[in-house]
């Protein structure tokens, strides 16, 4: 049995640096704290520091009927003066041949530890150049999901640690390389990368990738399928299977807005276009920010453009995280809570103050709970510097990354107001471009740059956030108008002083309905909902957010009504912030059995991100 959490993995730590000094433009202050020592990353067997991929050629054959890929990836490598070997991160990946400079070489393969894998250590010379490796990929390969039949579909999704299970690479976020594919795929299907893209299918079915930007390898993506494209602005559009792309077109028209908006806010957008590439339910997260072309669940098609900040969240990651990247999963937060913040500043920069403050409520009512459930099971948890050794970087994905990593820019930008802030992030964008961000790095740098006299940096008390448990005094506290009022209706409501038909339902935006159902407490009762559904028809409702709301409360209250709608959600769609509650309510509530017998009928629909989480959730074995 594999549990994630309870892992005792012993591998040699890699000392993780110098890579990727595109930018010369750093002033000396700048330099002196990239020079820093950089925290080591326990998820990479690779040593950067002694030889580093720059450039990766890969050369790739994509077969459904076995679900493999037969590839050759060379790399371009720079030594030091020193250097006997380069090691790679490889994970159940078959290697057939290694050569250097184009002569068989000799390798070493290591013992497999569960997540991270085996070290692939190739010996080379200082003046090696140029590395290949031959190999196969496994038909179970974590990092892929394969759809069979008729819509036969392939995509990757590599983050945190998945890329060496589709390609060996030196898979610590401190690394960056560009990077070139061919990649051969079955005619009647297309190939989409994290890269200069295709956007008409050809008759070869061969497809030529260009990555002239350095990135980290867990933003490497690969999907195939039948996909159309369809231009939305003069940088931007979206692909989609046939029967999606009208209303993926209508749903993502505004992505050029967003863009400008971006731009606007801190600086110019780095990799030229902005796609966006609808995937299969099956896709494990809401989305995926590949570089050039954002992965996205099918699930944030609306129909009215509802949940358009989920492109807003995966567009602000072409600065925060793409263009400056967290050093080591432990820094995550300068990943996610950047992009939280960048987002709702995008969301407000288009939609008014008044919808992203809603967004910035629900994203503080999520933290406050799940804070409270951190704290109950491993406080440390809260720190926004993570403690990641020995565990699956994916226990890090929780609101402390993203919503106290927003709180925490946001308290910065009310410390020093939001001129300076704004300036202080577009210079710290440029300053830093294509190179990587460690927590303490950080704080270095903000303390130079933005908290320049003690008084502020008491103000801010850096330290409660950074490595203190739970919220500190001085986090704001969000509360939209508009959600206070639903509160106030939700209240009323309870006390049976407002009829649920006067619940102004039709009026509300989405995060008005959501807010409304996610506060059903145990006041609420099964007529209650019962009422809400008659009255407003909310089963089917085509916001799945708003859905999946009505279903967790459907699920603690009986509602067998929506069981038909609950199991059909659940065996459609692999989106883990959806699967995880809706299970663990189920546990909670004694329905266990349900649970089980659905996700027999949903597991093979999922994603190896989602399995493993549901798994160890219904005590399944892994294996
Ligand atoms: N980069 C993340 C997804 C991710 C994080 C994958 C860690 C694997 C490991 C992506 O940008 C993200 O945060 N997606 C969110 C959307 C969002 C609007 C908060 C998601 O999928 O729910
Ligand atoms: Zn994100």
């Known amino acids: 049995m594999r549990i994630i959490n309870t892992l005792t993995v012993v591998f040699s730590a890699a000392i993780l640096f110098g890579c990727g000094n595109q930018n010369s433009t750093n002033t000396k202050k700048t330099q002196a704290i990239l020079d820093m ?22 050369d790739a054959e994509v077969h459904f009927d076995s679900k493999t890929i037969d590839a050759t990836a060379t790399y371009t490598v720079e030594s030091s003066d020193d250097a ?40 080379i010379s200082p003046e090696t150049k140029e590395v290949s490796v031959e190999y196969t990929t496994q038909p179970g390969a974590d990092a892929f999901l394969w759809v069979d039949g008729e819509d036969a579909f392939l995509f990757t999704q590599s983050q945190a640690i998945l890329a ?22 079955p005619s ?12 008409q299918r050809n008759s070869e079915g061969v497809y030529d990738f260009k990555m002239t930007q350095p990135i980290p390898s867990y933003l490497m993506a690969l999907a195939v399928g039948n996909v159309e494209f369809r231009s939305v602005g003069e940088h931007t559009g979206v692909y989609a299977t046939p029967d999606l792309i009208d209303a993926a077109e209508y749903e993502f028209a505004e992505m050029e807005d967003l863009l400008v908006a971006a731009e606007g806010l801190y600086g110019k957008y780095r990799w030229e276009r902005y796609d966006l590439l609808v995937l ?32 807003a969240h995966e567009l602000a990651h072409s600065w925060s995280g793409n263009l400056v990247t967290n050093s080591t999963w432990d820094d995550f937060w300068l990943n996610e809570g950047f992009t939280v913040y960048f987002e709702q500043r ?20 999520g933290l406050i709970k799940e804070v409270e459930e951190i704290m109950d099971l491993n406080p440390s948890d809260t720190h926004l510097r993570l403690h990641l050794k020995d565990r699956n970087p994916d226990d890090g994905m929780t609101a402390i990354a993203y919503d106290k990593g927003y709180m925490f820019l946001r308290m910065l930008e009310e410390t020093v107001g939001r001129k300076k802030f704004d300036l202080f992030l577009k210079e710290y964008f440029n300053k830093n471009a294509f190179q990587v961000m460690d927590t303490d790095n950080f704080i270095a740098y903000l303390n130079a740059n933005l908290l320049t006299t003690e008084e502020l940096q008491d103000q801010a008390m850096i330290y409660d956030w950074i490595d203190g448990e739970g919220l500190p005094s001085n986090c704001p506290e969000v509360m939209s108008d508009r959600i206070k009022k639903v509160d106030n209706i939700f209240y009323f409501w309870t006390q049976n002083d407002i009829v649920t038909k006067n619940i102004p339902w039709n009026e509300w935006t989405y995060q008005e309905r959501y807010r409304f159902l996610s506060n059903t407490n145990d006041e609420i009762t099964l007529e209650d909902l019962e009422e809400l559904n008659t009255q407003f028809d909310i089963l089917s409702t085509g916001n799945n957010e708003v859905l999946f709301a009505w279903l967790e409360q459907a699920i603690f209250k009986n509602h067998t009504e929506s069981y038909p709608r609950l199991e059909e959600f659940l065996v459609n769609i692999g989106r883990r912030k959806f699967l995880t509650p809706l299970y663990r309510a189920m546990l909670e509530t004694g329905q266990k ?25 219904l005590g399944l074995d892994s294996e």
């Open 37 to 58: 020592k950089r925290a080591t990353d326990q998820h990479s067997y690779s040593k950067p520091s002694e030889s580093v991929v720059k450039h990766l050629e890969w």
């Open 84 to 123: 006997e070997r380069i090691i790679l991160d490889i994970r159940e990946l078959n290697i057939k041949s290694v050569k250097i400079d184009g002569v068989d070489a000799s390798y070493e393969i290591g013992e497999e530890m569960p997540f991270i894998g085996s070290p692939l250590s190739i010996d």
């Open 164 to 185: 060496r299970t589709w390609i060996p690479c030196q898979d610590s976020p401190g690394v960056r390389f560009t990077y070139n594919a061919r990649v051969k795929v």
């Open 188 to 199: 009647n299907t297309m190939a989409l990368m994290s890269a200069e893209n295709p956007t």
């Open 280 to 311: 299969p339910a099956a896709f494990p997260f809401g989305g995926m920010e590949n570089p050039r072309l954002t992965f996205a669940t099918p699930t944030i098609i609306a129909g009215d453009r509802s949940l358009v900040s989920l492109v």
């Open 346 to 365: 995008i969301m407000e920069a288009v939609y008014g103050r008044e919808i992203s403050e809603m967004l910035a409520s629900l994203s503080y009512q």
């Open 593 to 617: 059995e349900m649970a089980l017998d659905i996700y027999s009928k949903a597991r093979g629909n999922y994603h190896s991100v989602a399995t493993v989480t549901m798994d160890e959730l």
